[in-house]
């Protein structure tokens, strides 16, 4: 049976274009064109990186939260926020 865990994504509109997604639980950052596919690419680092905390069995690595900045600014104004699944 494999682990399965919930992550909170903040997705919004990066500066230059395109998007950011960034996993609050992780401080995990990705790009892509469309919010779909920085959400997709995100999800995929964050599932790395859960395989690899796994691999080498320090757990104590595994949740590293993002900024207090990234949760305020998810929290208190309107962008999308996912959970994603690894």
């Known amino acids: ?3 399965r865990f919930l992550f909170h994504a903040l997705v ?3 500066e230059e274009g395109g998007y950011i ?5 992780l401080d995990i950052v990705t ?3 469309t919010e779909k596919e920085a959400l997709k690419n995100l999800k995929e680092a964050v599932e790395m990186y859960v395989e690899s905390v ?3 069995g320090d ?3 595994l949740f590293r939260p993002a900024p207090k900045e990234y949760w305020d600014r998810a929290f208190r104004s ?3 926020i996912d959970l994603i699944s690894a």
């Open 1 to 3: 049976m494999k682990n």
């Open 12 to 14: 919004e509109p990066a």
């Open 21 to 25: 997604a960034i996993c609050l639980d």
């Open 31 to 33: 790009e892509g064109r």
């Open 54 to 56: 796994f691999e080498e």
């Open 59 to 61: 757990y104590s690595s």
């Open 78 to 80: 309107k962008p999308r």
